[in-house]
Structure formats: structure tokens, C-alpha cells
């Protein structure tokens, strides 16, 4: 136990692989966004003008980064409290060493366990189209079964820009089923493989956990470009989009190092 006591304004911090996304935390752990981007002196401004106690983080992005972010928040009293995926807060890691889990991976786990109340028998499957498209499938009694990483739309993208000579890509988005030029074909493209990861993540988590998932999320900066109509979703499961689902996990965890009587 941390014992960190949370006062109105602690903040929560997630360094993704393409940008940074900062919280504020409520009395009842509630994350509202704060801001979003890729400057480190503008993430310093804004954590300093809100001058928290602590700030809860989660980086998969390279160590220099939240080394830098604690340079630069020395002297300032401003206290960071790293988290990392470890078993344990009722949920079992399928990893042979969890540690090797993505850390936002692990929090949408948490975030998903512990959403609403009384509600931690249930069955979830999380896709977070991020950086990186990843599923994870959780079961009723807290045993996270694995899931799938795959590139991510925007990666997907410059991958095919990367290895051929004819590409080019446009951030047009095309209303098309077909598309009838390079940059249309290509959007069209990634957005269909997109949505066949979701479909198949779906099956796939039925098959994995016996019976469609009670709870199906959706998360991270991409999702909006899955078209959850176009999916076939079992009538039991709840369909439930969370763009900050990553900072709603970290927001889970500093509440489980303190419980929320510490105002
Ligand atoms: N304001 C934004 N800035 C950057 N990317 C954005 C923004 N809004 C949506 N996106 C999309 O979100 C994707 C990144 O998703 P995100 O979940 O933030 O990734 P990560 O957690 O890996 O950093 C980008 O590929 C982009 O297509
Ligand atoms: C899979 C990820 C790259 C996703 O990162 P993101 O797209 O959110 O930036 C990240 O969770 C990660 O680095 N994971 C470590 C490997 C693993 O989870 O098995
Ligand atoms: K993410």
C-alpha cells in the first residue's frame, strides 16, 4: 500500500506509442480527459498548472520518456507513481512473466473487472485500436485467457508507404465502399482489416471463453473507424466504447493503492 491520498485534482497519464493522454481522477475515481499530444514541455505546463499530488502513470512508449517527464517535474513536489502489470487485484495473467504484458494492456483488464458496481462476474473482451490493434479476453473469474497484437490503422499505413514506391496516403476520408484512386484504396484498405480484426476477435473470444463475452469494449484513438453495427454481437453481450479506457485502469489502480476516504 502506496497510501496515496487522492485530493480533487490527481491526475492520470498514459504514453501510448504514437501520443501522450493526461486525466484528471474526481473523488470517485471518475477520469474526465485533460489533453492529448506529442510535446513534452506542453505535458509539463499542464500537469504544473494543475499542481497534483500525484500523477498515476502508464508508458509503453521508450523509459527516456517518463525519465524525461521526471526531470522535468523535479523540484516541482509533483509526485509520479509509475504503475506495471503484476497478478494479483483479482485478476490472473496468463503471461508466464506478466511483466512483458503491455501496461495498458493489464489496465484495460482492470478497468473492465471493476466497471460499475458488483458487476465483477462477467466475461469481457477489449479491442484497443491504438498504435497497435490489440484484443484481450477476460473471463468471469478474473482469468485473463491472452489475446492479439496486429498493426494498427495509421501503422498499417506506413507500412505499405514504407515498402513499395507507388504509395501515398491522404488523411481524406473517402465515402466510398471501393476505392477509386491510390489513397482511397489504401484508407478503405486498413479500415477493412481493422474491422476484420474486430470481427474475428470477436468469434474468437466466444470460442475462447464458451460463450460470447458479457461485455464487449471498445477503446483507443482508432476505434471510432470500427463500424460496430457491422458486427455480429451476441444479444447477451453489451457493447461499451471507452476512449479512455487506458487512464480508467490507471485511475482503477491508484484507488486500489488508496482507498477514497483519504480526501
Ligand atoms: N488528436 C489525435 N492525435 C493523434 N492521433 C489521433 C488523434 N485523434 C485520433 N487519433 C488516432 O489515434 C491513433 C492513436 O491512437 P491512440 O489510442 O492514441 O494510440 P497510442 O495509445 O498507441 O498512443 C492515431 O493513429 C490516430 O489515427
Ligand atoms: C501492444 C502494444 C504495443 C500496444 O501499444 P499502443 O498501441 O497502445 O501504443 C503495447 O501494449 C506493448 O508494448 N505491449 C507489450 C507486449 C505485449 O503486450 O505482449
Ligand atoms: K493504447
Same mark, same amino acid.
Not at 481493422?194 to 460470447?212: D, K, N, R, V, Y
Given at each position: 500500500?502506496?497510501?496515496?491520498? %487522492?485530493?480533487?485534482?490527481?491526475?492520470?497519464?498514459?504514453?501510448?506509442?504514437?501520443? +501522450?493522454?493526461?486525466?484528471?481522477?474526481?473523488?470517485?475515481?471518475?477520469?474526465?480527459?485533460?489533453?492529448?499530444?506529442?510535446?513534452?514541455?506542453?505535458?509539463?505546463?499542464?500537469?504544473?498548472?494543475?499542481?497534483?499530488?500525484?500523477?498515476?502513470?502508464?508508458?509503453?512508449?521508450?523509459?527516456?520518456?517518463?525519465?524525461?517527464?521526471?526531470?522535468?517535474?523535479?523540484?516541482?513536489?509533483?509526485? &509520479?507513481?509509475?504503475?506495471?502489470?503484476?497478478?494479483?487485484?483479482?485478476?490472473? &495473467?496468463?503471461?508466464?512473466?506478466?511483466?512483458? &504484458?503491455?501496461? *495498458?494492456?493489464? %489496465?484495460?483488464?482492470?478497468?473492465?473487472?471493476?466497471?460499475?458496481?458488483?458487476?465483477?462476474?462477467?466475461?469481457?473482451?477489449?479491442?484497443?485500436?491504438?498504435?497497435?490493434?490489440? %484484443?484481450?479476453?477476460?473471463?468471469?473469474?478474473?482469468?485473463?485467457?491472452?489475446? +492479439?497484437?496486429?498493426?494498427?490503422?495509421?501503422?498499417?499505413?506506413?507500412? /505499405?508507404?514504407?515498402?513499395?514506391?507507388?504509395?501515398?496516403?491522404? *488523411?481524406?476520408?473517402? *465515402?466510398?465502399?471501393?476505392?477509386?484512386?491510390?489513397?482511397?484504396?489504401?484508407? /478503405?484498405?486498413?479500415?477493412?482489416?481493422?474491422?476484420?480484426?474486430?470481427?474475428?476477435?470477436?468469434?474468437?473470444?466466444?470460442?475462447?471463453?464458451?460463450?460470447?463475452?458479457?461485455?464487449? +469494449?471498445?477503446?483507443?484513438? *482508432?476505434?471510432? &473507424?470500427?463500424?460496430?453495427?457491422?458486427?455480429?454481437?451476441?444479444?447477451?453481450?453489451?457493447?461499451?466504447?471507452?476512449?479512455? /479506457?487506458?487512464?480508467?485502469? %490507471?485511475?482503477?489502480? /491508484?484507488?486500489?493503492?488508496?482507498?477514497?476516504?483519504?480526501?
Amino acid at each position: 500500500m502506496l497510501g496515496v491520498k %487522492l485530493v480533487s485534482e490527481n491526475l492520470v497519464l498514459e504514453f501510448g506509442n504514437t501520443r +501522450w493522454k493526461l486525466g484528471s481522477v474526481d473523488r470517485e475515481y471518475q477520469v474526465t480527459l485533460v489533453g492529448s499530444g506529442h510535446d513534452l514541455a506542453q505535458l509539463t505546463d499542464l500537469i504544473l498548472h494543475v499542481a497534483p499530488t500525484f500523477v498515476g502513470v502508464a508508458s509503453v512508449a521508450p523509459p527516456q520518456t517518463v525519465l524525461d517527464l521526471r526531470h522535468a517535474l523535479a523540484d516541482s513536489g509533483v509526485e &509520479l507513481l509509475e504503475a506495471s502489470p503484476e497478478q494479483g487485484f483479482g485478476i490472473t &495473467l496468463c503471461y508466464v512473466d506478466p511483466s512483458r &504484458l503491455g501496461v *495498458d494492456r493489464w %489496465l484495460t483488464l482492470l478497468a473492465a473487472r471493476y466497471h460499475g458496481a458488483n458487476q465483477a462476474a462477467q466475461s469481457h473482451a477489449i479491442i484497443d485500436a491504438g498504435t497497435a490493434v490489440t %484484443l484481450d479476453v477476460l473471463n468471469a473469474n478474473g482469468h485473463h485467457r491472452g489475446g +492479439w497484437i496486429a498493426p494498427g490503422f495509421r501503422l498499417m499505413q506506413e507500412s /505499405l508507404i514504407q515498402k513499395s514506391t507507388r504509395l501515398r496516403v491522404s *488523411d481524406n476520408v473517402p *465515402d466510398a465502399i471501393l476505392g477509386e484512386g491510390t489513397e482511397a484504396a489504401i484508407h /478503405l484498405g486498413c479500415q477493412a482489416s481493422l474491422q476484420g480484426f474486430a470481427h474475428t476477435a470477436i468469434q474468437s473470444a466466444e470460442e475462447a471463453l464458451g460463450s460470447p463475452p458479457d461485455c464487449l +469494449w471498445f477503446t483507443g484513438g *482508432d476505434s471510432g &473507424l470500427i463500424n460496430k453495427k457491422a458486427l455480429q454481437i451476441a444479444a447477451k453481450t453489451q457493447v461499451i466504447e471507452r476512449p479512455n /479506457l487506458v487512464l480508467e485502469g %490507471l485511475a482503477q489502480w /491508484l484507488s486500489f493503492k488508496s482507498p477514497p476516504r483519504s480526501f
